[in-house]
């Protein structure tokens, strides 16, 4: 598997999980408000976070030569467990992303919402800072192309949520619909953690 390919399947799979960040741009998709700055904003803080974390463990790692090791294996059973839990969402049915309506709302709150959702959640700082950094660091010394996968996988993912919400979100607010991507969120996860095993053994 190239480092642009891994970077961008592992990329796509962590961000595609359900959460509060997709339901929000998926519900300003829907209402066609603000969407631009939205994809922009999620888009941006993602690519900045990756680069960051592609960057700062490399530097890291020059200096604790022990770290590598134990962020690679640490990641291998993080995606292993991550990918079982995927599973077993997809065998309870999945989830349904629900867009509540509501009135306008201003631009500012909408950008503060926004960057709220991205900056403050705890699990961005473990799948870009963390995880991405450290199986990147796997791809040296292209472990470049790897945070450019994992960029382009977040810039595609938020634009076809954004621009495609009107498209996308009948089918996304069924429960039924997550139990195929939730098996392939699954099964990515775990293709990527086999691809590292047998490169490390």
Known sequence: ??????????????????GAQNAFVLRQGLRREHV?????????????????????????????P?????????????LMVYGALRFRAALRGGEGLSVAGGGAVPLRRVV?????LTWLNPHV???TLALLGALSSHYAPFEGWFGAGAVLASVSF???????????APVLARPGAWV????????????????????AL
């Open 158 to 168: 938020f634009a076809a949520l954004g621009y495609g919400a009107r498209l996308l």
């Open 36 to 64: 631009g700055v939205v994809v922009a904003l999620c888009a941006l803080s993602d690519a900045l976070l990756i680069v960051a974390g592609v960057a700062g463990f490399n530097s890291m790692a020059e200096r604790l």
């Open 180 to 199: 195929a991507v939730e098996a392939l969120i699954g099964a990515v996860m775990w293709m990527i953690a086999a691809s590292l095993l047998v490169q």
């Open 112 to 116: 503060l919402t926004c960057l709220a």
């Open 125 to 127: 700082y473990l799948d």
């Open 66 to 78: 022990w770290l590598e090791p134990v962020m690679l294996w640490g990641g291998v059973v993080f």
């Open 1 to 18: 598997m190239t480092p642009f390919v891994a970077g961008f399947l592992t990329g796509l799979s962590l961000i595609a999980a359900i």
